[in-house]
């Protein structure tokens, strides 16, 4: 698959800070997919048309920094978040939306759940832990040396210049080779597949664009270590699908304890699924969001436990 097979409208957006590229499909209510790092709106290859073909208006961004959108900074969340918000009152649409992220877009996605709740209808992450439980795990109270053993290359990426060389060189093979480690199922990860993520990556700016993601992250960690951040609680009905075979983001280092931040929160185990669960295992992703989607909101209550679904 290549992005010439899906068919989409292609679109560019100023917003107040940047320039911003995305990508649209359907109609009908208004669904904002997210990505993370390496990739970009491609990252959703999986599940435009499947959203789009259950009767939703579907809304692909390429975040700041990735793909076609500009690559100045600021890189820290509520920035971001203040993207999508812009992006959306920018669309003429109901501003309650359905948003979707996964990894550092699933960051995003909670930070503006909690900050600007008035733009989030529904909340479905995929493997990204909410930022009160990363930073309890990797500098809080809840120190795990598992995590931060596994959350290396957050501290590497601190290094300058190296990483992005790292990144990019030889045509951006370790863009492969990262999606690959933290992939339990690499079926849908052809070298075509892959292509619009390693191209992206060599756009003049973008390597160190996204890697200032994970600099910035550290940063604001580090300046609120002794005096963590306080997360308001996320109202808005939430899913969070999790793939078990994750080697870089641990369930039972990052998942408990999620439901301090978020009371209407139902948890989705893909057993047999790494870090890119939306790529590896879009069936069961897409059937698992669809449904939640179309609950009724009046039917949903609170949770005072993480629960524990079926793989």
């Not at 030889?170 to 690959?180: G, L, Y």
């Not at 989607?293 to 629960?307: D, G, I, N």
Request: some cysteine.
């Amino acid at each position: 698959m290549k992005p010439a097979d899906l068919s989409v409208t292609h679109h560019f957006v100023q917003l107040p800070q940047l320039r911003m590229h995305y990508v649209e499909a359907g109609k009908g209510p208004l669904v904002v997919l997210l990505h993370g790092f390496p990739e970009s709106w491609w990252s959703w290859r999986h599940q435009v048309h499947q959203l789009a073909d259950a009767g939703y208006r579907v809304i692909v961004p390429d975040l700041r920094g990735y793909g076609e959108t500009d690559k100045q900074g600021p890189y820290d969340l509520d920035t971001l978040a203040g993207d999508v918000c812009a992006l959306i009152e920018s669309l003429g649409a109901e501003k309650s939306v359905k948003i979707v992220g996964h990894d550092w877009g699933g960051g995003v996605a909670w930070h503006l759940a909690t900050t600007r709740p008035e733009f989030c209808e529904r909340l479905v992450v995929l493997n990204c832990p909410h930022p009160a439980i990363m930073q309890r795990a990797l500098l809080g109270s809840r120190l795990s040396w598992v995590q931060i053993k596994r959350s290396w290359y957050f501290f590497f990426f601190l290094l300058p210049f190296f990483p992005e060389w790292l990144l990019s060189r030889d045509d951006a093979k370790n863009v492969a080779r990262t999606i690959a480690s933290t992939s339990f199922d690499r079926a849908h990860f052809s070298d075509e597949e892959l292509r619009p993520f390693r191209d992206g990556i060599q756009r003049p700016g973008a390597a160190s664009a996204m890697v200032g993601w994970y600099r910035e992250a550290v940063r604001d960690g580090m300046r609120t270590v002794f005096s963590p951040r306080k997360y308001a609680v996320i109202t808005a009905e939430t899913l969070l699908v999790w793939g078990m075979k994750d080697p870089a983001l641990g369930f039972d280092e990052l998942v408990p304890g999620t439901e301090e931040f978020v009371p209407h929160l139902k948890v989705e185990k893909i057993a047999d699924a790494g870090h890119f669960v939306h790529a590896e295992r879009p069936a069961p992703v897409n059937a698992a969001v669809i449904a939640f989607f179309r609950q009724s909101t009046a039917a949903a209550a609170p949770r005072s436990s993480v629960p524990t679904s079926s793989p």
